[in-house]
């Protein structure tokens, strides 16, 4: 598993659940190789381990943030509740029953509107800490991916805070236009991943548990097997030369059919891996670029800019013009 590094903000966020307490945090710190007199941005491995030595001091996994704790233990029992779930669309909600029954506050729900699915969190007494919706979104989405063995990219995340000191690092870490202070807490993705099938059984259960807490940390990578070869060679040519899906399986030396059994086997499909670099690129070049949407359509391969328009409401719910304005960005 590759490493990540965890800003130090969202080290100080965890230590406050042991601060409350009266716990003194150094000897936590040194235990998982983090200096307590002066540390920077940590592994994914060393904040895991900091996650675990938290819970089990506090007795909570979720960080004292809920109404109620997340008892050592339950995250486990949330992975055995969805694994034979089937679908995403299923998982997710019997993964936000487990969490509602659990935490009691904040509640979340499972919505569909304009093509995204969005999860909403409520609050009965009002927002609570940046942190709180961070924690909740990351334990859903980091089993969510794993489940589907594929990045869920985010059209967006809506926080009903206001926005804490460390705000960049929340917009640095979901790599999706950001929000404070909203009518809502909410992180949305395109509603057709519902549909995705569950590839996970309770055998690879037990390796993905024995690396939790520190590989949900991790916005995760499908850059491997047959899909890496496909996402490479996309990668490496402009959208707008893209070879069609006989020619890339000619390149890796497969037939047409044994390519897209070996992708259908990894939860992926040619289209999906089009599309998902489509719509990093497309983000990239509205946010980044002075180019004009009719431009960037062409870039993209489109050969009309309604058939861009269209595609790209159909991944974020706003048009181009709508995220170049701000109103989807950062």
Known sequence: MKSRMIAPGFVE????????KGIDPAPVLRNVGIDPESFGPVTNEQYGALWLSIAALSGDEFFGLAAHPMRPGAFRLLCYTVIHAGTLERALKRALTFLNIVLDDPNGELRQERGLAEIVLTDQFGPRSAF?????????????????????????VDFSCSEPANRQEYHQFFGAPVHFGQK??????????LKLPIIRDEKALKGFLRAAPANILLRYRHDQGFTAGVRHRLRTISP??????????AAMRLSPATLR????????????IRDEIRQAEAQRLLRDSSHSVAQ???????????????????WTGMTPLAFRRGEGGF
Do not use: N
Request: net charge positive.
């Open 13 to 20: 966020d965890a230590l406050d659940s042991l601060r409350v």
């Open 132 to 156: 709180t919706y961070r924690t909740y979104w990351l334990i859903l989405l980091g089993i969510a991916c794993w489940l589907i063995g594929r990045r869920i990219p985010l059209s967006r």
């Open 184 to 193: 809502q807490s909410l992180m949305a993705f395109r509603a057709d991943y």
């Open 240 to 249: 707008d030369s893209w070879p069609d899906f006989d020619a890339v399986a």
């Open 261 to 272: 059994r070996r992708l259908k086997a990894e939860g992926q499909s040619f289209v999906a």
């Open 296 to 314: 960037i359509a062409t870039a993209l391969g489109y050969t009309e800019p309604s058939a861009f328009h269209r595609a790209f409401f159909k």
